[in-house]
């Protein structure tokens, strides 16, 4: 599987990003499929993952900013990011895993769990 991110830049705090993910290769395999961010000098983080089945789970620091979707063949993951702040600033990953089955086992969103992953883009938010 081959993911590739698209859509991070440079937004004012309180802003709006919307991030992509193009994923390609056997899309027959239920995923389990997730954004991560790593922010300098920090270690990388989930920040929202969906099942097969559509059911989401957010890092508590962004509910009710960001929201997680996907279409109905797995070949596109989002990220819509509103009301984001500087603390946002990071590089954000797109990652998927099809050890369960489409299922997301951990709801802590672990970066152990992923093995495969996109190179990222860079968000940056500025106050």
């Known amino acids: 599987v081959r993911l590739v991110e698209s859509g991070g830049g440079s937004v004012q705090a309180g802003g709006s990003l919307g991030l992509s993910c193009a994923v390609s290769?056997?899309?027959?395999?239920?995923?389990?499929m997730a954004w991560f961010r790593q922010a300098p000098g920090k270690e990388r983080e989930g920040v929202a993952q969906i099942d097969s089945s559509g059911t989401t789970t957010y890092r508590d620091s962004i509910k009710g900013r960001f929201t997680i979707s996907k279409d109905n063949v797995n070949s596109w993951l989002y990220l819509q990011m509103n009301r984001l702040q500087p603390e946002d600033t990071a590089k954000y990953y797109c990652?998927?895993?099809?050890?369960?089955?489409?299922?997301?086992?951990?709801?802590?969103?672990?970066?152990?769990?992923?093995?495969?992953w996109g190179q990222g883009v860079l968000v940056t938010v500025s106050s």
């Open positions: 290769g056997d899309l027959s395999i239920p995923y389990c």
């Open positions: 990652a998927v895993d099809s050890a369960y089955g489409g299922d997301c086992p951990s709801p802590a969103i672990p970066v152990s769990l992923f093995g495969q």
